[in-house]
């Protein structure tokens, strides 16, 4: 089997960040979400490898190994787009097909549209592209969802954090389980006067792609960093519009994928979005639908996303 190895690379950004890679070939960057880190491409970078392609999953910015700044500004989408651009370069790359999940995936699409001349081909799951709104996002957010959903709620300073990182075992556990295909469908909003993890039940049994040894290994790569840098992205939402509004509306054009669970309640919720995708996507070859597959898209269905992005990935 491919062995995955690890090192240090500084992106043109200037952050030194934590990789896993694998293989030799035209280069595939894999841009994990949350809560997340290199790990959640396990299977993909093997099969990638093996598949003739250099395949490279960072932790992102904020994120286990690599870690990231104090100042929350410093975690806008134009830091998150350029840490991947500046990464492409830094590999020895001139272009790369970029394949992004959950918060990974906006980065991706970003990435497609502000520098095209970098991306052979773009791969979002579960989140589709969203074209940028009339107004900041988050008090529409709040309006519709109320306090406690989770975006909302990580508005705060501190608290979300701390409920997280106090058992990051239990935090693993509950969220991976609680939005898959297996799990109850857990809507992420916490209860007044409760917190998110307690609508988020403790599973009495890990689902079959879901092991112990896979949540020890997340809980050792952010035993140095925490939950801190990860939520500082979601607190940039509001800020991301303001930066953004030079590519309002403005078309994706390199060749698309999108690839979603049909128990992904981002995805379901979504549809409106998604069928008018290529109103804004032109180029996007195809839709992927994976029957009873929740929101942790490449790990819960590894065999069927690996085959769906090697035959875009032939196809460029």
Not at 67 to 96: C, E, M, S, W
Not at 135 to 150: L, V
Not at 258 to 266: E, F, N, P, S
Request: charged residues 20%; glycine residues 10%; contains cysteine.
């Amino acid at each position: 089997m491919t062995d995955i190895t690890h090192r240090f690379v500084t992106s043109e950004s200037g952050l030194r960040m934590h990789v896993a890679e694998a293989g030799e070939g035209p280069l595939v960057l894999l841009l994990h979400g949350f809560p997340e880190c290199w790990y959640s491409w396990r299977h993909q970078l093997t099969a990638l490898a093996e598949a003739g392609f250099h395949a490279v999953a960072p932790d992102q910015r904020g994120y286990a190994r690599t870690g990231g700044p104090d100042d929350i500004g410093q975690y806008t989408i134009l830091h998150l787009a350029g840490d991947a651009v500046g990464l492409i370069g830094a590999l020895g790359a001139d272009r790369a097909v970029v394949a992004g999940h959950d918060w990974g995936a906006p980065v991706a699409w970003a990435v497609a549209q502000m520098r095209p001349d970098k991306v052979r081909g773009v791969i979002g799951m579960s989140v589709p592209h969203r074209p940028r709104s009339s107004r900041p996002p988050i008090a529409s957010m709040r309006r519709m969802f109320g306090e406690g959903y989770y975006i909302v709620r990580f508005q705060s300073p501190d608290v979300p954090e701390a409920e997280l990182d106090r058992d990051r075992a239990a935090t693993f556990r509950r969220m991976f389980y609680g939005v898959s295909g297996d799990g109850p469908g857990s809507a992420m909003t916490a209860p007044e006067g409760g917190g998110l993890l307690d609508v988020l039940p403790e599973p009495e049994k890990l689902p079959s792609w879901l092991t112990a040894a896979d949540i020890d290994a997340y809980v050792e790569e952010y035993a140095d960093s925490g939950f801190t840098g990860p939520i500082n992205w979601y607190r940039n939402m509001d800020r991301n519009w303001e930066l953004t509004a030079a590519w309002h509306r403005a078309p994706i054009g390199p060749p698309a994928l999108y690839i979603a669970g049909d128990r992904d309640l981002v995805a379901v919720g979504a549809h409106q979005v998604i069928d008018s995708m290529t109103d804004f996507v032109p180029n996007l070859r195809d839709t992927v639908w994976l029957s009873g597959c929740g929101h942790w898209t490449q790990q819960e269905r590894p065999a069927e996303v690996n085959e769906a992005m090697l035959g875009f990935l032939r196809a460029l």
